[in-house]
């Protein structure tokens, strides 16, 4: 096989098993906790964003 066949193969598998973790994730009601927590560690990013934001620009 060629180096090209072998590095495709190899995407192929990685991204099918990719897969098959997302849909047990899905399909087993995982990902609603986690969607939550999601939720609520963006919301504190987006302030601790626009904190730091409001004092580099006061800083100048």
């Not at 990902?31 to 504190?44: N, P, Q, T």
């Amino acid at each position: 096989m060629e180096k090209r066949s072998v590095v495709k193969l190899h995407y192929a598998l990685v991204f099918f098993v990719i897969a098959i973790i997302a849909a047990v994730f899905g399909f087993t009601g995982i990902a609603a906790g986690a969607a939550e927590i999601a939720k609520i560690l963006f919301y504190i990013f987006l302030v601790v964003f626009v904190v730091t934001l409001l004092l580099g620009v006061f800083r100048t």
